[in-house]
C-alpha cells in the first residue's frame, strides 16, 4: 500500500471530479490509502461481475490479468490479518502506519518508561535516525493525546447522518442503500467507544 500510494503520488494521480446536485465539487484530490485499497481489492478490474458473493464474466475487458489480481488480494488479505493481530495488543498503536510529520514521513510508534510507567508516543524517524545529533528534527506526538482526538473526529463524523451523507454523494442511492450505510456508520462509531483492539480495527 505505501509504495502504490508514493507511486500514485509521483505520477500526480487524483480522484475523478464529481459536481453534486447542490453545486458542490467533489473529488480531484490526491488517492488516499483507503481510496487505493478500493481499487486493489475491486474484482471488476478482471473482467468480472461481483453480485451476491459471486463472481461473473463481465461485458468489459480485463484491465488486471488474474494472477496479479489473486497476489494483490492476498497481500492486502495478509497485512489486514497482521493489523489485526496488532489490534489485539493491550495497547495498541491505533495510528501506526498513518500519521506523518511536515516533511511526509511516517511517523513511527515509540516509547519510553517512567517510573515504571509506559508512554507512548508517535515520533518522526529523523528522531530515531539521528538521535543524538544537531540534524534531528521532527515530530514527537503524545500517542493517548492524538489517538482521543481522532477518534473523537471519526465518531463525530460517523453520527452526523446529514454531513455524511452529503460527503459520500448519496443522492443517486436507493433508501435501502442509505440505511445501509447509516447503519454500519453507526457500528463503527461504537466500535471506536470500545476496547482498544476494537478500536484499532475501528480506525482501519
Known amino acids: 500500500m505505501r509504495r502504490v500510494k508514493e507511486e500514485a503520488d509521483r505520477l500526480g494521480l487524483r480522484t475523478k471530479c464529481i459536481t453534486a446536485v447542490s453545486g458542490t465539487e467533489r473529488g480531484g484530490k490526491p488517492f488516499s490509502r483507503g481510496h487505493i485499497y478500493g481499487l486493489l481489492s475491486n474484482s471488476i478490474y478482471t473482467g468480472r461481475i461481483a453480485h451476491k458473493g459471486e463472481l461473473y464474466p463481465g461485458q468489459h475487458p480485463a484491465l488486471i490479468d488474474d ?23 493491550a495497547e495498541p498503536s491505533l495510528l501506526a502506519g498513518l500519521l506523518v510529520d511536515a516533511e511526509g514521513e511516517r511517523l513511527t510508534p515509540s516509547h519510553a518508561v517512567k517510573k515504571d510507567r509506559r508512554y507512548r508516543y508517535y515520533i518522526s524517524a529523523a528522531l530515531i535516525n539521528e538521535a543524538g545529533t544537531d540534524q534531528a ?48 456508520a453507526n457500528r463503527l462509531a461504537v466500535a471506536l467507544k470500545g476496547s482498544p483492539g476494537e478500536q484499532a480495527r475501528g480506525v482501519r
Do not use: Y
Open 67 to 89: 494472477e496479479t489480481w489473486a497476489a494483490a488480494r492476498d497481500q492486502l488479505a495478509a497485512n489486514a490479518s497482521n493489523h489485526q493481530r496488532k489490534g489485539k495488543a
Open 137 to 184: 528534527q521532527g515530530f514527537r506526538l503524545a500517542a493517548r493525546e492524538i489517538e482521543e482526538v481522532v477518534i473523537r473526529i471519526l465518531c463525530d463524523a460517523l453520527t452526523n447522518p446529514a454531513k455524511l451523507l452529503e460527503r459520500l454523494g448519496t443522492a443517486a442511492m436507493s433508501n435501502d442503500k442509505i440505511r445501509k450505510i447509516l447503519g454500519r
